[in-house]
């Protein structure tokens, strides 16, 4: 498969030009204090689809002949890169099917078949991305339509690479780190093919999802391998696989790469809403939330992190507070065997929970032949250092108390 070059990158920005609005460059005052650097916000969330995958798919798309045209696209997708085909799509007056896996948010799936209108069929398949893809490809090969990879083709490449130059642009000069979420890896291929012919000295850090780091395992394997299990919290960057063109020049440039666990992603996109009134998906936050914590950073660095999407679905708010909760250490559970007397209850709320805490679950299962009751509870500390005093004042107490540990495959059924 050709490389993408620093050539196909200008011609995919003149492609691109009157489709996509130059998305902003802003300047974030709270990661800018977090991290102690100059930190930037690259934000496609305010593209036309509200990611960055419009570039690559509209790249590939406008490059197809007529005969390919007239045979239609297919596309697999968590969501963004559906959306890109399906803008495109209506664009160029092309029929396409987009194959998107069950976890895809409704939201996403709902914005597919508004941007796409009467070119675009939504097909849902599979639990994961990896999944959908398979179903798209062999669907391509029955019917003769054209294949537009999400990330694994120079074209798509080359498409979501044109944020290199457009960032550098826009900032007057090359930054010193360059942070740029991975999934597949098409927007770090590009960037990286850009950066390195033009700007050597900008050091480019991929950031994965912790539960999805596939570039991390195909640099330590050497090729590309299935992870063989992965966190599609983080859907617009749950892929079980590295591309193969995607991995080999990531390995080529010796990039960096960081894993962001989901809940800390959570805590950024909770940071973005409510101090900076940014809406972002969980991919979005993900370059963002490694700053100052994964990736360590100098004062008078000029550093800018790629928010790359804005598609969140409301309805997950809960579960990305719960997420964030856990992982800063304030949400906790605990399986709590009551005496079957009366004032059990009080005495725990009593005796055992702080003045700040609080119980945010209460399970109760009464069983009137035995002399303790169990009971699934959730306490939400006022503060991460108040856990130790609560494990005291419980080993203290005659109930018995058992924590739900993280690890445990109970937990998964909480969180």
């Not at 639990?127 to 490809?137: L, R, S």
């Not at 900032?171 to 950066?195: I, Q, S």
């Not at 399970?363 to 609560?390: F, I, M, Q, T, W």
């Amino acid at each position: 498969m050709n490389r993408p070059t620093t050539a196909d990158i200008a011609a995919a920005a003149t492609r691109l030009k009157g489709v996509l609005t130059e998305t902003p460059l802003q300047l974030n005052a709270r990661l800018s204090e977090r991290s102690g650097a100059e930190v930037y916000l690259k934000r496609e969330d305010l593209s036309p689809v509200r990611s960055y995958k419009l570039r690559g798919a509209y790249n590939l798309i406008s490059q197809l002949g007529e005969a390919e045209r007239a045979a239609g696209v297919i596309c697999a997708s968590a969501g963004n890169h559906g959306q890109g085909v399906a803008y495109s799509c209506a664009r160029l007056g092309i029929q396409g099917r987009v194959f998107v896996p069950s976890t895809t948010p409704r939201q996403k799936r709902d914005r597919m078949r508004q941007l796409g209108g009467e070119y675009v069929r939504l097909v849902v398949t599979g639990d994961t991305y990896d999944e959908a893809a398979q179903a798209a490809y062999e669907e391509a090969w029955e019917t003769g339509a054209a294949m537009v990879p999400a990330f694994d083709d120079p074209r798509t490449i080359a498409g979501q690479g044109t944020l290199a130059p457009e960032i550098v642009r826009q900032l007057g000069g090359a930054p010193d780190v360059l942070v740029v979420p991975v999934g597949g890896g098409g927007m770090l291929a590009g960037c990286l093919t850009w950066m390195a012919t033009h700007h050597p000295d900008t050091k480019v850090i991929a950031a994965e999802p912790a539960g999805a780091a596939n570039l991390l395992a195909s640099l330590k394997a050497g090729r590309p391998v299935p992870l063989e299990t992965i966190d599609t919290f983080v859907d617009g960057a749950a892929v079980r696989q590295a591309g193969e063109l995607t991995h080999a020049i990531a390995a080529e440039h010796d990039v960096e790469v960081v894993t962001v666990p989901e809940g800390q992603i959570c805590s950024e996109m909770l940071e973005l809403y409510q101090t900076d009134g940014v809406i972002a998906e969980p991919a979005g936050a993900l370059a963002p939330a490694s700053l100052g914590i994964q990736v360590q950073l100098e004062p008078g660095m000029k550093v800018v992190a790629i928010l790359s999407g804005g598609n969140n679905d409301v309805s997950r708010y809960n579960e990305i507070v719960e997420r964030s909760l856990v992982h800063e250490g304030r949400k906790h559970y605990f399986l709590v065997n009551f005496p079957q007397e009366p004032g059990a209850l009080r005495r725990f709320l009593d005796e055992v929970l702080g003045p700040e805490d609080d119980i945010t679950l209460f399970e109760y299962v009464k069983r009137s032949n035995r002399e303790l009751g169990p009971a699934l509870v959730g306490v939400e500390l006022g503060h991460p250092d108040d856990l130790a005093g609560l494990l005291q004042r419980m080993d203290r107490s005659p109930m018995t108390v058992d924590p739900v540990l993280p690890d445990s495959p109970f937990y998964r059924f909480l969180v």
